[in-house]
């Protein structure tokens, strides 16, 4: 019997192949740009797990000198004072234009690090730990190295992040050129009982809790959270198909359903063999959606690399491996999602009765409803102010954020409703008359794929007035920073210092560029010393500032800080930042520094060599007429036989930084996109599902003089208003969306505020984008309506039905 | 001649003739029952003069407008114009009001006439029901908005499919009064298609259709 | 396992030889690294400083000691060198590891800590004069050899002991030249048993006043032990007749090595070749998952000796990344006394 039931009801899918094949696209979309948004987000904490994991940040106290580097006996001292501490040396090392990070650690006194016993199977610690020693690094960074004829042999290994090399410190104090250094001491767990306090050994010496350490986890969750929004807003405008093609289907097997029962086939039974077909739809649907997210993520995950790597400096592989949880996960969402969008469907059948007539679709039954979800929506959005007013943040923000949609969504149909309604009222002849009334009866069906198309289109605008901002800001700021016409590189002090005597008579001024790397309580902070030269007077840009902030700094009583210093350590013009144990200066002004993730200060450069002594001159920024720049730039690569590299003229930097900023904003366009296209979907699956009542609607009208033609452009025009309803709708939800990302999130997340511009040409495109999608989405429908037989139209009249 | 039909046959694809040379005519003012068994192709001879579908051969005119000749839109404007029909079922537009129904067809025709409109609705009983939806009043009630509808507009002709159908006996003849009365004060034809002989009792003439030929 | 577990497992390895077979490519010669000859000339106080030439050594001090409470008490002070390469450098390029052991054995609990360095930094290294030996914040150090401070300090323990030298230092096997198998593996070792002990030792809820006795060994080598032996079981008991014994047998799979060094009180010494001291366990303890012989006979017929060696308690196991048991002992039979018994390859 249970063969019989399950013949009858797999035969309506063999005559309406079509509409399998969206219900599986429905759930296979859903699922696959979840679980796409899941595996870039679980590679990305694997990435970060891993780097964390190697170079134990989060986890132990450090131990810093403000001014740079420890020396080695401050180290030999805490040890014999009891202090349980490991050294570690840090730095960047240059190889073929391409900047690594070198991690030097005691491999005898620093905690166990996975690599390095991933490495030590294979190999002799004695190698490790005496020249030439051994380098620790991924295979793609391994076949670099190994084509270095100049340094130690390198062991592969899958536990380190991209662009580090582990090695011993001995090795690493040879290959960053710093012997005797240290740039910071993990302080271990089991400390002895007693130790003299660090202020009697070394008072030069900062503790640094891992809370105050940056934390690549924590800085990038916002990202995170964008992203998740996005997957979670994709997989919601996909159940919106499922929905729509599950209703659709079951309403055309109400029919074959009756006779069932009238066989004698119980409800109950029924029930379950459906719940078992949309289980098997569902798990088609899912895995097909897993394949299609992975091969999405891998397509996305170069980019979100390069976006996380450029943001944060949060070192992320692009390559994707398959990870059974996010796996699992999509699996599980494809199911549950199935079922929750299949639930109204199957409630509906399950207490359908035994001799109902054909379904008069109750059209405005949901007029109750519609004004039940109005005040759930007005209920979230007053939720997302009070969860913003109250408890602020981040949290707060996505709050926000996340009232502001979902009420937003849950107030479309009545505000269409009211719009329609005012919009009948004022129609004059009929058929306008009809059209509006007409689409007032299919809001219902309709309002579902509304909401999706809502949510993308507010998100589209949201977001692509988030990015244009950012980029419009971005590249003014550029502008503003980037003003000298050459940078240059140096290959030693010593060399920087006669290239600035040769170049000194013929450019108008040489600015060196010197930094150090500070601990601040905010994390790591860059100090960087400048001389006086009108150029920084002249361009950069300051944010908040005192009436004499450049005299203050040149004169080395100030200090100026870049916004992310500032938001994060809340230091604004007046306040002081202390730059080590003997140094702290007032902050005459703020700067922004957008796309870097640390803080960072300047000082004059007479304060630099105060704070920090010694620190390198290799690199220089040089003004001088533009149109002199590629020839000095040439003259000066072969004269003192500088790598291309090494000097670099404005434009190329400029170019660069842009390309950069782009590609940190492809995976959000593309997830754009993606989500606009499948709201389309939504609404082509929704107006086939209201296909089958459309045809009482249409009749009529038909019989009283409307041929078909006219009713086909009726109802493409039906699609469109709607459509463009609802994106007059989303272009404020989308604006209020920007300045929430922009105003809130950004200075979350971000630690700088952009300035919001609006982007009228962007609306008009997304708007006839819009509509080019209400109108594809309808033109299935319509068409349908044109190839019509008449006596299609007619069966509605008889008694046949 | 208000309606000729000269010859008429019509087959749907696939099936065999439903009308085979059929002629028939219908002059101003006249009504005319049109009965048959269930399938012997009187509803689709009732479609082709409403010219809701098209015939294989011979021709039908209508107010000396003939059908053959007209395309899609052309069918639709005699639709709009000429004639005014009663189905048996689904003959309103459940998205507007009876008022709005009632009006529809004479707004779409150019004709309204509210006077007259307000008329007919008091004389079918529909004057309480103005602001209610189709699907919030009865059965009868539903067919007396069609029979307003159609009325409103004056039309010439009325062709009527079953509009008694669906109703039981009492709300079958009290509409079927309405309509007769109306159809004779307003000197329109009508053209009824009904399996009911008593129903065509009531009119001047009756065709019987058998086997998709008039007997 | 990490580096430096192997790194440790390294460097007992050539002494203890329980993890010979896993390296047999560092068995046998001594690449590059100095041997231990016969008839070598010791030069003090130099040689109680570190010999990098050589691949193993170690100051390993062991004392019984008494509390003010009438209590026995038991402290362990080991610094091993280990040399990836044949000397010493500056910097973190140094090839010297050390490797720092301390215990305090109670007749309740049994503490420990290990420390770890390289040399060339200054965080580990012995100096002969002034004699100092340190890793981290540990100590032994002093004006001399024959007077010492000792310092050191676990997690929840710690000891601070002053220790002086009551008798002349004593050399093992032919004049310092300990044979240690059958094959001819030998290292240099020499000791001080004679030193008496006061200090107060430190434990989690009391500190403790107390008075005892040491003994120092010292010894290094480049050679590790024969393939086929496993492990070592070795005693360093006083009697109260005030003459001591140095014992130990190395367990091999075809056969065991036994050595010993009978100590008078004056300070004079006679070895005693392979088999003439028998070492036979009466009665195993579970310690640490393993079964280790807390009871054992000694027997050195030539000085009618035959007594009873019983662990204070069984549990001395030193959980470091190589581990050993090393404890306090009690001596009863035909001599009385107190000593210290180590036992590794279990």
């Known amino acids: ?801 | ?215 | 396992m990490n580096v430096k577990a192997l790194l440790i497992a390294l460097l007992l390895l050539f002494p203890f030889g329980a993890l010979a077979q896993g390296y047999a490519g560092l068995g046998g010669s001594a690449e590059g690294f100095e041997t231990p000859q016969r008839d070598y000339t010791f030069d003090f106080p130099a040689d109680h400083g570190p010999h990098p030439a050589y691949r193993i050594e170690w100051w390993y001090l062991t004392a019984n000691l008494k509390g003010e409470d009438g209590k026995d008490y038991g402290i362990q002070w080991t610094l091993f060198r280990s040399a990836l390469k044949p000397f010493e450098t500056e910097g973190w390029q140094s090839p010297q590891i050390w490797m720092g052991h301390a215990a305090v054995t109670t007749p309740e609990r049994h503490f420990f800590a290990e420390r770890l360095s390289r040399g060339g930094v200054g965080q580990a290294g012995v100096v002969a004069e002034p004699f100092a030996a340190w890793i981290d914040e540990w100590r032994m150090s002093g004006p001399d050899f024959d007077t010492l401070s000792l310092t050191a300090h676990g997690l929840d323990f710690g000891y601070d002991l002053a220790l002086n030298a009551q008798g002349p230092l004593v050399f093992h096997g032919d004049a310092g030249y300990s044979v240690k198998s059958a094959d001819g593996q030998a290292s240099y070792y020499y000791s001080q048993p004679f030193y008496a002990v006061e200090g107060t030792l430190h434990l989690p809820d009391r500190d403790v006043t107390v008075t005892g006795q040491a003994w120092l060994d010292r010894e290094w080598s480049s050679q590790p032990l024969a393939e086929d032996q496993s492990g070592w079981d070795w005693f360093s008991l006083s009697f109260d007749t005030g003459e001591k014994l140095m014992g130990f047998r190395l367990r091999g799979d075809r056969q065991d090595y036994t050595a010993a060094t009978w100590i008078n009180a004056d300070g004079s010494t006679r070895a005693l070749p392979d088999g003439s001291a028998s070492f036979t366990p009466l009665e195993t303890a579970p310690v640490a998952g393993r079964d280790v012989p807390i009871r054992w006979n000694v027997a050195l017929p030539e000085y009618d000796l035959d007594v009873e060696v019983e662990a204070l308690i069984p549990d001395a196991w030193m959980g470091t990344r190589f581990e050993y048991w090393e404890g306090p002992v009690t001596v009863s039979g035909s001599h009385a006394g107190r000593g210290y018994l180590e036992m590794t390859g279990y």
């Open chain 2, 1 to 215: 001649m208000l309606l000729s039909i000269e010859h008429v046959h019509k087959t749907y694809p696939g099936g065999r003739p439903v009308l085979q040379d059929v002629s028939l005519s219908l002059d101003h003012g006249q009504t005319l029952a049109l009965t048959g068994e269930s399938g012997s192709g009187k509803s689709t001879l009732l479609n082709l003069s409403a010219a809701l579908d098209h015939f294989d051969a011979g021709e039908i005119t209508l107010d000396g407008i003939a059908l053959s000749g007209l395309d899609d839109s052309g069918r639709a404007g005699l639709r709009r114009k000429h004639v005014s029909l009663v189905f048996q079922q689904f003959n309103l537009i459940p998205s507007l009001t009876v008022a709005q129904n009632l009006s529809f067809h004479a707004r779409l025709a150019g004709c309204h006439d509210p006077d007259w409109e307000a008329h007919l609705a008091d004389r079918l009983g529909l004057s309480d029901l103005l602001s209610r939806f189709p699907e919030r009043v009865s059965g009868g009630q539903q067919q007396r908005v069609a029979i307003g509808r159609a009325m409103a507009v004056r039309p010439k002709l009325l062709l009527a499919d079953e509009p008694t159908g669906n109703l039981d006996e009492t709300a079958s003849a009290a509409v079927l009064d309405l309509m007769l009365s109306l159809v004779t004060e307003s000197g329109t034809a009508l053209l009824l298609v009904t399996h009911s002989q008593d129903i065509a009792g009531q009119l001047d003439r009756r065709v019987h259709l058998a086997g998709g030929r008039i007997q």
């Open chain 1, 1 to 801: 019997m249970t063969a019989a039931i399950i013949q009858a009801l797999t035969s309506h899918w063999r005559s309406h192949w079509l509409q399998l094949a969206t219900l599986l696209i429905g759930i296979a979309l859903a699922t696959g740009l979840w679980s796409a948004v899941q595996a870039i987000n679980a590679e990305a904490r694997a990435s970060y797990a891993r780097a964390n994991a190697q170079l134990a940040l989060g986890q132990f106290d450090e131990l810093r000198d403000p001014s740079g580097a420890i020396p080695l006996t401050h180290y030999a001292d805490l040890r014999r004072a009891g202090w349980q501490v490991a050294a570690v040396l840090e730095g960047p090392y240059r190889i073929q234009g391409r900047t690594l990070r070198v991690l030097g650690v005691d491999m005898v006194a620093y905690p166990a690090l996975p690599a390095i016993t991933e490495a030590e199977a294979e190999t002799d610690p004695a190698d490790i730990l005496t020249a030439p020693g051994r380098l620790l690094a991924s295979a793609e960074l391994a076949t670099l190295l190994q084509a270095q004829a100049d340094l130690p042999p390198v062991l592969i290994t899958t536990e380190l992040p991209p662009d580090v090399i582990l090695t011993d410190i001995g090795v690493a104090e040879t290959l960053l050129d710093a012997p005797g250094q240290i740039s910071r001491l993990v302080v271990l767990p089991n400390q002895p009982r007693s130790v003299p306090p660090l202020s009697e050994i070394a008072p030069d010496l900062e503790r640094i809790s891992p809370a105050s350490q940056v934390d690549t986890a924590q800085l990038t969750d916002s990202f995170h959270l964008n992203l998740t929004a996005f997957g979670m807003l994709s997989f919601a405008v996909g159940l919106f198909i499922v929905n729509g093609t599950v209703g659709l289907a079951f309403a055309q097997r109400r029919g074959m359903i009756r006779t069932l029962r009238a066989l004698g086939v119980s409800m109950r039974r029924l029930v379950w063999l459906i719940l078992a077909e949309l289980t098997l739809l569902a798990l088609i649907g899912g895995i097909i959606g897993l394949i299609l997210g992975f091969f999405l993520a891998g397509a996305l995950l170069p980019d979100v690399a390069a976006t996380l790597r450029g943001l944060y400096g949060a070192p992320v592989t692009g390559q994707l491996t398959l990870q059974p949880a996010w796996a699992l996960a999509g699996l599980g969402m494809a199911l549950g999602g199935t079922l929750i969008a299949s639930a109204q469907a199957l409630w509906r059948l399950s207490r359908m009765p035994l001799l109902a007539g054909p379904s008069v679709q109750a059209w405005r039954g949901s007029g109750q409803g519609q004004r039940l979800a109005a005040y759930c929506g007005l209920a979230l959005l007053v939720f997302g102010g009070l969860a913003y007013t109250t408890v602020g943040g981040l949290l707060g923000g996505f709050a926000l954020l996340a009232g502001l949609l979902t009420g937003a969504a849950l107030l479309l149909p009545l505000c269409l409703s009211i719009a329609l309604n005012l919009c009948a009222r004022r129609a004059r002849g009929p058929v306008t008359q009809w059209v509006w009334a007409d689409m007032r009866a299919q809001l219902p069906g309709l309002s579902l794929a509304l909401m999706a198309l809502l949510l993308a289109l507010a998100a589209n605008i949201g977001v692509g007035t988030m990015v244009s901002s950012f980029r419009l800001t971005f590249v003014g700021w550029l502008d503003q920073r980037l003003t000298s016409e050459l940078y240059l590189t140096a290959e030693s002090d010593q060399q920087g210092r006669e290239i600035t005597q040769w170049l000194e008579p013929q450019v108008t001024a040489i600015l060196p560029i010197r930094n150090v790397e500070l601990a601040h309580e905010t994390g790591p902070l860059f100090l960087y010393g400048v001389v006086d030269d009108p150029t920084y007077r002249q361009y950069w840009p300051l944010i908040a500032r005192t009436d004499d902030s450049w005299d203050q700094v040149m004169s080395g009583d100030a200090v100026l800080i870049n916004e992310q210093l500032a938001r994060r350590a809340d230091l604004w013009p007046g306040d002081v930042l202390r730059l080590g144990p003997n140094h702290q200066l007032p902050v005459a002004g703020v700067y922004s520094d957008y796309g870097n993730p640390t803080g960072q200060a300047i000082v004059s450069m007479m304060q630099l060599d105060l704070i920090a002594p010694g620190q390198e001159a290799r690199r220089f920024g040089i003004r001088l007429d533009p149109n002199r720049a590629t020839e000095l730039a040439q003259t000066l690569r072969e004269r003192f036989g500088l790598a291309p590299q090494a000097v670099v003229q404005q434009a190329a930097m400029k170019a660069q930084s842009r390309a950069i900023f782009e590609k940190t904003f492809v995976v959000t366009s593309a997830l754009n996109v993606l989500t606009l296209g499948v709201a389309g979907f939504a609404i082509l699956t929704s107006l086939l599902t209201l296909w089958t009542q459309r045809l009482p609607q249409i009749a009529p009208v038909w019989a009283l003089g409307l041929d078909r033609a006219q009713l086909a452009r009726l109802e493409l025009s039906r699609s469109a208003i709607l459509a463009a309803m609802t994106a007059c709708l989303a272009l404020p939800l989308g604006l209020i969306l920007a300045w929430v990302l922009l105003a809130v999130i950004n200075v979350e997340a971000f630690g700088w505020r952009l300035p919001m511009y609006v982007f009228p040409w962007d609306w008009l495109v997304l708007f006839l984008l819009t509509l080019v999608a209400a109108l594809a989405a309808a033109a299935l429908p319509a068409l349908r309506l044109l190839r019509l037989p008449p006596a299609d139209l007619l069966r509605v009249f008889a008694n046949e039905r």
